[in-house]
């Protein structure tokens, strides 16, 4: 599985961005696809997800501004998208993609990217 985010960047308080995510390999439509934030000090926190069957769930400091989306664009390819509105400084930090599906036999596992920067000025 391999994941590769594009989209982050500089912006203005208030302003918008939107991030995408491609997804390759071996992923189970029954999978969930997601997006996690990680500023400088903190723990990496999710941001949003959505499941195969399309639900979707979002942090508390997001709702309402941010929305995930995703879609089959071919055999073994998704796209992942995060649609960020009236971003905030506190939105700064390291977007990573992930995904993770849950083994029979090993639990829950986890696959990221490389992450991008998304940066917010006041």
């Known amino acids: 599985v391999q994941l590769v985010e594009s989209g982050g960047g500089l912006v203005q308080a208030g302003g918008s961005l939107r991030l995408s995510c491609v997804a390759s390999?071996?992923?189970?439509?029954?999978?969930?696809m997601a997006w996690y934030r990680q500023a400088p000090g903190n723990q990496r926190e999710l941001v949003a997800s959505?499941?195969?069957?399309?639900?979707?769930?979002?942090?508390d400091s997001v709702k309402g501004r941010f929305s995930i989306s995703r879609e089959n664009t071919k055999d073994m390819v998704w796209m992942v998208y995060l649609q960020m509105n009236s971003l905030k400084p506190e939105d700064t930090g390291t977007f990573y993609c992930n995904y993770n599906y849950n083994s029979p036999f090993k639990g829950r596992i986890d696959y990221w990217g490389q992450g991008t920067q998304v940066t917010v000025s006041s």
């Open positions: 959505i499941t195969g069957g399309g639900f979707t769930n979002y942090g």
């Open positions: 390999g071996n992923i189970f439509v029954t999978g969930t």
